[in-house]
């Protein structure tokens, strides 16, 4: 499932091949990927050309010469931009047809990957940007103690919090791992026994980890690999996240479900 660094990837990659390009046509073959009524989609996106590729939590955002086309990947969203008619198979749902002869394929074996389009006024204001958390990557002044406060509210695991998004966005199964481990947190502690020093360290680490894997170009485990021909690399970095033993004091790793997802943790090294 792709995460922050995982997004933030295919963004850089797809902002070096469709900077400037206009959309002369799009194929839309399964409806359920379209957030919005098919025919406003289709005449609002028709036509207009991609001037910038922006990203916030695990959304991609492509800025239109009016307006914007919001995507989440969410578990197995891939694009390819490809000559035309030269991939396809039954898992592409959308197509966006550009005047060079080149398009760009969304594929999605599992479906759950969204679009839709937002007017100028609406990206940020409306449902489901205006929702997220601070970006540990992209927000440089994150009000510390704001984030403490809205974490001290919680009565569920700081694990099944992190994974929300609506206090800090873009940390997924893989890196809310990773970052736990990392600030010495038992990832089932409830958001109301938290501490601000411990607050700190999940916005310290989180803006560590996310970067470091940002310069790895992500990672790279199991079903999913990123699109585009990136393979990433923090595979190699990771401390507990599908790992046996602790790196640090070499006790054997706690494997659990918290809110349905797998998670690692060493009941060692974190209270
Ligand atoms: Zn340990």
């Given at each position: 499932m792709p995460e922050l660094p995982e997004v933030?990837?295919?963004?850089?990659?797809?902002?070096?091949?469709?900077?400037?390009?206009?959309?002369?046509?799009?194929?839309?073959?399964y409806n359920g990927i379209i957030e919005d009524d098919i025919n406003y989609?289709?005449?609002?996106?028709?036509?207009?050309?991609?001037?910038?590729?922006?990203r916030r939590g695990k959304y991609l955002i492509f800025k239109l010469n009016e307006g914007y086309l919001?995507?989440?990947?969410?578990?197995?969203?891939?694009?390819?931009?490809?000559?035309?008619?030269?991939l396809d198979n039954k898992?592409?749902?959308?197509?966006?047809?550009f005047n060079n002869g080149y398009s760009l394929l969304y594929q999605d074996v599992r479906k759950f990957g969204k679009m839709s389009y937002k007017k100028d006024d609406e990206l940020y204001n409306t449902h489901p940007l205006k929702d997220l958390g601070v970006d540990p990557v992209l927000?440089?002044?994150?009000?510390?103690?704001l984030i403490h406060s809205k974490i001290i509210k919680k009565h569920i695991p700081i694990k099944t919090i992190l994974l929300e998004q609506s206090i800090i966005t873009g940390l997924g199964n893989i890196y809310v791992d990773e970052v736990l481990f990392s600030s010495k947190i038992d990832p089932n502690r409830p958001g109301?026994?938290?501490?601000?020093?411990?607050?700190n360290n999940i916005i310290r680490y989180s803006k560590e980890i996310l970067n470091k894997a940002i310069l790895n170009k992500g990672t790279t485990i199991r079903s999913y690999t990123s699109s585009l021909g990136v393979e990433g690399?923090?595979?190699?970095?990771?401390?507990?996240?599908?790992?046996?033993i602790c790196p640090h004091c070499k006790n054997a790793l706690t494997r659990v479900k918290i809110n349905g997802r797998t998670t690692y943790f060493c009941n060692n090294c974190q209270r």
């Open positions: 933030e990837t295919v963004r850089r990659v797809l902002k070096n091949d469709l900077i400037g390009l206009k959309i002369s046509d799009i194929e839309i073959r989609f289709l005449n609002n996106v028709k036509g207009k050309t991609i001037e910038d590729i922006l919001l995507s989440h990947l969410r578990m197995e969203g891939k694009y390819f931009y490809l000559p035309n008619d030269s898992h592409i749902h959308v197509i966006f047809k927000d440089t002044d994150i009000n510390e103690k109301n026994t938290i501490t601000l020093e411990e607050s690399n923090y595979q190699n970095f990771l401390n507990v996240h599908t790992k046996n």
